[in-house]
């Protein structure tokens, strides 16, 4: 079993990480209420617990903490958020993740999955007035971002070759299954971000677009994230693919949703342009890696 | 001869810490590095580019691992699953050995992702001790702690950081990673003197130096490691090396990354030092070394 640690380094520590992650600096966290309330026994300022330096004094020094806290993180998220830094500007997107950073400190080592509920974060609880004016946009411009993140570090599963897809029978594709590879994501978004975020990347200060449906796929080839557009009817056959389902099914899936409320002639036409192009799809996804294997 | 590593680790040479913006450079034209750092957490949790990147570099280049997440002095319990994490990591890479910082990352749960400084009194001398050793326990092999650069001083310290340090690595039989810029920056921000630092030192535990710049900011100095080396850190680096006879040394360099060929540069300007080193045989100085003020 393991021993506590003493009370007293527990105290210490407690009051000086609060004081580290005060939003408002190392001057500010010495004066506020909450942070005295944690000073360890016997001490009742700042200044009982830190020394001075002949140039600095206590409050100065905890500073140098203070202060790289907040940067260090933001910095971070701001590599992994460029999209939402460029729509936001500088010191919007500054407010935004000090908001992010006081109310979501990191709870893990790993720096990778702390903007993991920043999508979220700006969907349902950011304050920022700059966020309120475009919250859908920029949370699902987020998610893209995101996605991109996860992909990159998700786990790694060698792709099957376009010989595998050839060697398939005519008679077993209905029954096929398309395994995908663990680093791919989809997306229906009401908003063009894959657009928007290449814009951002090619650096032509692209301006915050209109409304308009887009399907993307996010995956990993050759241990680099890419981001590819899809159709709908694209999207949603991969959806069916990732949820299990063997490949007739899927297309029976793909035709049903996509020819809602269509006529009986009308959901025929659709079903054979979408056999017509499936072999052109799969050529092209199995080139791009997306699939891990062909259950027959 | 030089003053024997106490672990027998061999001195690797002069190497550099791994960064991404080098990896073509490093896995196209294969430098003649000795050996490579990299750091620990980059490498866990994640199944992608990194894990790819390092298992090409092992093949060809000795590795040690060096991380910032271990927490030793937190008041927190140990993270096991962390530890489980790098202890496969380092079978992974086969790392020659691996070590952290002697300070606490966070508390309650939380992390800062900074080195936060510990006061350097017998409470958290024992429990940084006590935490060592489970820490060497699970891991099974011996911990290469560093001296933290720090920017604070805590009134109820009862001894230096070279002492606290020190008699850590006595105590609880770990091995010291001696960063030098560190030394440096500490004793500008606290007004001590390298010198009468690096006398307590035990040097028979130093497996390790790096070197590194900073940045000066006038009041303070901050271990930023987005410089070149500056000539005071060589001094203190020349006399470590004197004392040891000879360690690995990495030069880290973390922000406004150079190019390969201007960090190896830097790195190469080390080689005299430890030659030097290697020929005192790892003698401590017949005389008090200087002990002027480093400011």
Redesign the interface.
Known sequence: MTRAAPASVDALQRWFQAAVMHPGGAEVAAEDRAIRRLLPARAKRLEDLLLPSAQMNARERLDVYASSYFLRLRDVLKLDFAGVAHALGDDAFDDLMREYVTRRPSKSFNLNDYGADVPGFIARKSRVRAVDRRRAFLAQLATLERAVEEVFHAPQAAPVALERLQSIPPDRWSDAVFVTIPALRLFEFAFPVNGYLQAVIDQTAPSIPARMPTWIAVYRKHWKPWRARLSREQYLLLRSLVAGKPLGAAIAAVVRTASKGDSQAAREQKAEVLFGQLGAWFREWTAEGLFREIRV | MAIRNRFGFPDLGLGLGLRSVHYSTILEQRPPVDFFEILT?NY???????V?IVDQVAAHYPIVMHGV?L?L???????RA?LAKVKALAERVKARWLGDHVC???????????L?PL?YDE??L??LI?RTK?VQEILERPLVLENPST??????STMGEAEFIGRLANEADCGLLLDVNNIYVSCR???WEPDEYLAHVPFDRVTQIHIAGHTDK???C?DTHSKPVIERVWEIYAEAERRTGGRATILEWDDDIPSFEVTFAELQKAAPFKNAGKAAGGRAPKRPARSKAVA
């Open positions: 957490e866990l949790d994640t199944e992608g580019r990194p790819w997440s927490n002095g937190t008041a927190d319990p140990l993270d962390y606490f990352t966070g508390v309650a749960g939380k992390n800062s992702h900074d936060l006061p409470t958290t024992r429990h006590r489970q920017y604070v001083t805590f009134k109820q921000n606290h007004g006038g009041t303070h901050v």
